[in-house]
């Protein structure tokens, strides 16, 4: 059974920091890349942090220089450092991992930057 679960959302002031944490397990395919989208309310899932499976990353321009996206050496637990939160980061953010034949999503962990 695969599952893909985040963990480490939470309410922060303006400037704090959190860590996202993916864990997956199940997936039989070999891994792409996995990644990080946020959606806010009223807004469009859009992509924030990208990692593929040789270890390239990609940022949105808006989280550029803020947030760092990691993997374990398994390759199957992604973090998602974000450092100088702004309220504008609030959102739920998801995890999202890549296979070839299909893409499996988390549940969701919500980020509220808040003073």
């Known amino acids: 059974q695969v599952q893909v679960v985040e963990s480490g959302g939470g309410l922060v002031q303006p400037g704090e920091s959190l860590r996202l944490s993916c864990a997956a397990s199940?997936?039989?395919?070999?891994?792409?890349?996995m990644n990080w989208y946020r959606q806010a309310p009223g807004k469009q899932r859009e992509l924030v942090a990208s990692i593929t499976s040789g270890g390239r990353t990609n940022y949105a321009d808006s989280v550029k220089g803020r947030f760092a996206i990691s993997r374990d050496n398994t390759k199957t637990t992604v973090y998602l450092q974000m450092n100088s939160l702004a309220p504008e980061d609030t959102a739920v953010y998801y995890c999202n991992v890549h296979t070839l034949p299909a893409a499996y999503w988390g549940q969701g962990t919500q980020v509220t930057v808040s003073s």
């Open positions: 199940g997936i039989i395919f070999s891994i792409n890349a």
